[in-house]
Every structure is written in structure tokens, then in C-alpha cells.
Antibody, heavy 116, light 107 residues
Framework: EVQLVESGGGLIQPGGSLRLSCAASGFTLSSYWMHWVRQDPGKGLVWVSRIDTDETSTNYADSVKGRFTISRDNAKNTLYLQMNSLRAEDTAVYYC?????????WGQGTTVTVSS | DIQMTQSPSSLSASVGDRVTITCRASQGIRNDLGWYQQKPGKAPKRLIYAASNLQSGVPSRFSGSASGTEFTLTISSLQPEDFATYYCLQHSSYPWTFGQGTKVEIK
């Protein structure tokens, strides 16, 4: 079964850092571009970042550019999102998503709350 | 950035009704569009890819179509399990953008 499982969310103070992880199983991670998408509480979906298969190319939403870094370890079947200089407006559920004709398989999400 | 204008933002419908949701792109996106269903507390699930292709395992009452920059999701006969929020996503150019969502509620 194709599965994505996020971890690493939690409560963090403004200005802090957090690293999210996404463990992939049931498919070969190295064959797919991967993405992060977030959803503010009670709000819509926002695409955050994308990475190609061998980390040679990445894209970011303007709202996180320069603060967030997407990376992957294909040997460990794991995707990461390093989040620095966190702000209250980064509070959201973060989803790890496989890229195939858009976004096909989604993880269950991990919640990040930025608050003092 | 490409803006995706989704309408309506919400609708009330009865079981058995035909439901139509529309997304209009601010510029051409070819057929680089997907439709997603999200139920409360759950991750989104893709229903349609490449504007009109049914995702494997999705009931055939769901269909998608495209005309220029206007894209439509149709549910031919609404079922109880279809009450949810629906989003479109354009993946033609970065940043990828979602529509604002359509909440389908029980009348």
C-alpha cells in the first residue's frame, strides 16, 4: 500500500525552528517529485514547496522562501521540510504529497502551531 | 501567479441531485488541473486528474471537463458520502494554486 506518514509537528515559539519528516512506503520515493502543502486552521489548501527526484531543483511559495528548505533522503525513503524563523501565520496542518500529474497521494498531515 | 477562482463557495443539495462546481484560471493552464475532495479532519483525496481523467477507485458519478480556462467538476447523483469540501488545483506553473474550495452541504 502506498503510504506517506508525516511527523515532527508541534508547538513552537515565534522565531523558532522545526523539521518535518515524511516517511514513504509502498513505492520508490526516488522516482517521484515530492511536495509539501499546508492548510491553515479552518481554511483552504496552500502549496508550499516542491523538490525533484535528485534534489537538483526546488520551488517555494513566496510566503516561505528563504525560511523553509525542502530536502530528501532517497536511501531512507524520507522527505523533509526544515522550517526556520517561524511565524504565527505558519500555523497549519502540513501535508506531504507525492507528485504525479499534479498531487496524487497525500499523507495524513502533521500539525504545526506557532505561538508564544 | 495564476489565480484559480472557484464557485460557488458553498452549496446545499439533496441526495440524488446533480452538482456542478467550477474553477476559472486567470490564464491558460492547458489541462493541468486536478479536483480534490476533503472531509473534516482528513487529508484531501484526488478525484480527477488532467482535467477530465477519473482517478482509479473513484466512483463514475464524478466527472471533470474543461473549456478554455474554465474547468468543471460534476457529481451526477449526489450520495451521502459526497458531502465534503472540494478543491481544484492548477499545476501548470509555480507557485501551484488551489481554488478557495466549495463546501457541499446537505439540504
Amino acid at each position: 500500500e502506498v503510504q506517506l506518514v508525516e511527523s515532527g509537528g508541534g508547538l513552537i515559539q515565534p522565531g523558532g525552528s522545526l523539521r518535518l519528516s515524511c516517511a514513504a512506503s509502498g513505492f520508490t520515493l526516488s522516482s517521484y517529485w515530492m511536495h509539501w502543502v499546508r492548510q491553515d486552521p479552518g481554511k483552504g489548501l496552500v502549496w508550499v514547496s516542491r523538490i525533484d527526484t535528485d534534489e537538483t531543483s526546488t520551488n517555494y511559495a513566496d510566503s516561505v522562501k528563504g525560511r523553509f528548505t525542502i530536502s530528501r533522503d532517497n536511501a531512507k525513503n524520507t522527505l523533509y521540510l526544515q522550517m526556520n524563523s517561524l511565524r504565527a501565520e505558519d500555523t497549519a496542518v502540513y501535508y506531504c504529497v507525492r507528485g504525479y500529474y499534479g498531487l496524487d497521494v497525500w499523507g495524513q498531515g502533521t500539525t504545526v502551531t506557532v505561538s508564544s | 501567479d495564476i489565480q484559480m477562482t472557484q464557485s460557488p463557495s458553498s452549496l446545499s443539495a439533496s441526495v440524488g441531485d446533480r452538482v456542478t462546481i467550477t474553477c476559472r484560471a486567470s490564464q491558460g493552464i492547458r489541462n493541468d488541473l486536478g479536483w480534490y475532495q476533503q472531509k473534516p479532519g482528513k487529508a484531501p483525496k484526488r478525484l480527477i486528474y488532467a482535467a477530465s481523467n477519473l482517478q482509479s477507485g473513484v466512483p463514475s458519478r464524478f466527472s471533470g471537463s474543461a473549456s478554455g480556462t474554465e474547468f468543471t467538476l460534476t457529481i451526477s447523483s449526489l450520495q451521502p458520502e459526497d458531502f465534503a469540501t472540494y478543491y481544484c488545483l492548477q499545476h501548470s506553473s509555480y507557485p501551484w494554486t488551489f481554488g478557495q474550495g466549495t463546501k457541499v452541504e446537505i439540504k
